[in-house]
């Protein structure tokens, strides 16, 4: 990690950037060493790749939090990684934790012993996992495959999820007889009453663990990170979220695994913008390309198609390439690519040069007849603007 740039310095922004600024940043960055515009340039396919990580820890605000205060280690994919009770992600920090017990420590176990206690061994689903991971504009629009990795509870490799060392058993609880609760007897105005209360010593599982697991400190399950592979559908949006049934922290007791939920956060293109399953295009043409029509090849997510710009485009106008735009969401259909024409004006011309454009200019006004009469011939300033 020691050879690696500032992220800040990548993007060319300081630490107190926007996500805005930085998002813009970016797109300059990406568009500068695209690989469609650098073919067979391995220094721009690199420094794409670095822009791309940049700006996918700068995006994110935990990885950005985590980055200004530890540097490249603190985004490092194992970091965070720990025993069964730390890390990020695992639910509530892989606690588990039942409501029935926590009434049952205040309210000893019932009035008078009538409310029934949850049962400590019996099966429970595992907690639900979040992460998050960053895609490219073209893999949203298509669909891929991803690895991600994920921090979970899992159960102890070592102990079998037994808690006990190996050769080694649970015993019976000698406080309550492997029946996970004790007696207790008060005597009252109205006699003795008997309540039913969680054996303390085994916590009501029934069981004492005499020689714990070293690896899970007798828990039966620890923290771990692992890979899991995910099919990003095509048409994912940013920040949609994919859920992966039993991919979440391992059951309790033989219980179900929880899920995973993945937040998808698509980086911005360098030159497409998304709209719905639309995809906007800005084409830059001159003005005599505008004038007279051309044959262009244009940019799509399928490659670079043959289009004959009209004679006469104007300004600012809209052509559409059916089917071009980006597969729907669990749907064979496709949105548009939309092409906005850009009219590039030159800045600089030489004598020449400007002494044509006079004399064009004069070709399309005719002296014989004033602005006014133009104007008049039109319907008027306002007749104009309202056609």
Known sequence: ??????????????????????????????????????????????????????????????????????????VDPNYGAGGAGGGFGGGFGGMDFDLGDIFGSFFGGGFGGGSRQSNPNAPRKGEDVQERITISFEEAAKGCQRTVEVSRIEVCNECGGSGASKGTTAKTCPDCGGRGQVQTQQRTPFGVISTAKPCPKCSGKGKVIESPCQKCRGGGRVRKRVSVEVNIPAGIDDQQVINVRGEGCKGINAGPSGDLHIIVFVRPHPFFEREGYDVWYNVTVSFAQATLGASLLIPTLDGKVKWDLPAGTQPGEVFMLRGKGIQKLNSRDKGNQLLRVIVEVPKKLNDKQKELIRQLGEEFNSPAETSDQKDEKHGGFFGKKKK
């Open 1 to 74: 990690m020691a050879d690696k740039r500032d992220y800040y310095e990548v993007l060319g922004v300081d630490k107190s950037a926007s996500d805005d600024e930085i998002k813009k940043a970016y797109r300059k960055k990406a568009k500068q060493y695209h690989p469609d515009l650098n073919p067979n340039n391995p220094e721009a396919e690199a420094k794409f790749k670095e822009a791309n990580e940049a700006y996918e820890v700068l995006s994110d605000a935990q990885k950005k939090s985590r980055y200004d205060q530890f540097g490249h280690a603190g």
